[in-house]
C-alpha cells in the first residue's frame, strides 16, 4: 500500500459521498452519517433538519457536505491508496470554524497571538481496513507540509486527553507527541500545537 495525501477539492467530492457512504463507518460507529460536517452544522441547520419528512433526514448531512465541498467550504486532506479514498481529515483556517471562534472556544486560543494563522485539524476518519498503517500519521505530515508552504503560523489538533480509542475522531495524543507538537491544557481537554514561525533572533 502506498499513502498518498491530496487537498480536498470540488472534484472529490463524489468520492468523499462513497467513502463516507461505503468505507469509513464499516466497522459500524454509530457516527456513521456524519459526514464530517459538524463544525459547520449549527442549531439553525439541526432545526430544519427536524421538520424535514423522517424518510429525507437521513440523506440531509450528504448533500449537505457536498455543497460544502463543492463551494469550497469543507476543507482538509484525503488520503488515498491508488484512486480509492482511505482517510480524511478536516482542516481549515482555525477562524472558519465557528465553534473554535474566540467567541465560541476563546480557552482554545490560548497562547496564540491574535493575527495568528492557525490550521486546524478537527476531526480524522479512518476507514477500519487501514487503521494502524499510518494513515492519520501521513495526513498530519500532508496538513504541516500544507500549512508550512502556505503561510500558517501555527497547526493544531485536538486529540482525547485519556487512552485514546479507534472511534475517537481527534487522533491520538502520542502522534502528536511524536510529531513535535507541544501539548497546551485547557478547560476541557487539550490543545496539541505547532509551531511554524520563525525563531526569534
Known sequence: ????????????????????????????????????????????HEHERSLMPENQRPSCKRE????LIEDGTLNGFAAFDGDQMIGF?????K?????????????SWTGADEKDRILSIVCYIVA???????VAKALLDGACRYARENGYDHVEGYPPRGAFSE?????????????????I?????V?????LKAPKP
Request: one cysteine or more.
Open 167 to 183: 472511534r475517537d475522531c481527534g487522533g491520538s495524543l502520542s502522534m502528536y507527541v511524536n510529531a513535535g507538537f507541544e501539548i
Open 128 to 134: 477500519p481496513d487501514w487503521r494502524r498503517k499510518g
Open 89 to 93: 481529515c478536516n482542516a481549515d483556517l
Open 1 to 44: 500500500m502506498q499513502i498518498e495525501v491530496r487537498r480536498l477539492n470540488r472534484d472529490m467530492a463524489e468520492e468523499y459521498i462513497r467513502y463516507f457512504d461505503h468505507r469509513a463507518f464499516a466497522d459500524g460507529n454509530p457516527e456513521k452519517g456524519c459526514y464530517c460536517v459538524w463544525h459547520h452544522w449549527t442549531d439553525r
Open 95 to 107: 477562524d472558519h470554524y465557528f465553534r473554535l471562534s474566540r467567541e465560541n472556544n476563546a480557552a
Open 191 to 195: 490543545i496539541a500545537r505547532k509551531s
Open 64 to 67: 449537505y457536505a457536498r455543497k
Open 185 to 189: 491544557d485547557v478547560p476541557g481537554g
